[in-house]
Nanobody
Framework: QVQLVESGGGLVQTGGSLRLSCAAS????????MGWYRQAPGKQREMVAT???????NYDDSVKGRFTISRDNAKKTVYLQMNSLKPEDTAVYYC??????????WGQGTQVTVSS
């Protein structure tokens, strides 16, 4: 069974940085795509960034050049470095693992709040 635990959220001022971490338990982490998603109040959950087992990253246009996703397969951990944060980045951020055609395992989420 896969469990995902996020950490690193918090309150930061506009222009600041945060680094989110997601620790995974279970087998086969190194061969699974991972992703970070977010959900702001009143909005649908949206993809922020994904990373393949080999480290190829994909980003939503809204975070390109500001966020960096990475993974450490030995530690079964995926990271999201967030720089130049904006108030519109405020959301609950979720870590996800894809075991099949869709992202089907989710963490509990961590709140990121960017003050203006």
């Amino acid at each position: 069974q896969v469990q995902l635990v996020e950490s690193g959220g918090g309150l930061v001022q506009t222009g600041g940085s945060l680094r989110l971490s997601c620790a995974a338990s279970g087998s086969f982490f190194s061969i699974r795509p991972m992703g970070w998603y977010r959900q702001a109040p009143g909005k649908q959950r949206e993809m922020v960034a994904t990373i393949t087992p080999g480290g190829i990253a994909n980003y939503d246009d809204s975070v390109k050049g500001r966020f960096t996703i990475s993974r450490d397969n030995a530690k079964k951990t995926v990271y999201l470095q967030m720089n130049s944060l904006k108030p519109e980045d405020t959301a609950v951020y979720y870590c996800s693992l894809r075991s099949g055609p869709d992202y089907d395992y989710w963490g509990q989420g961590t709140q990121v709040t960017v003050s203006s």
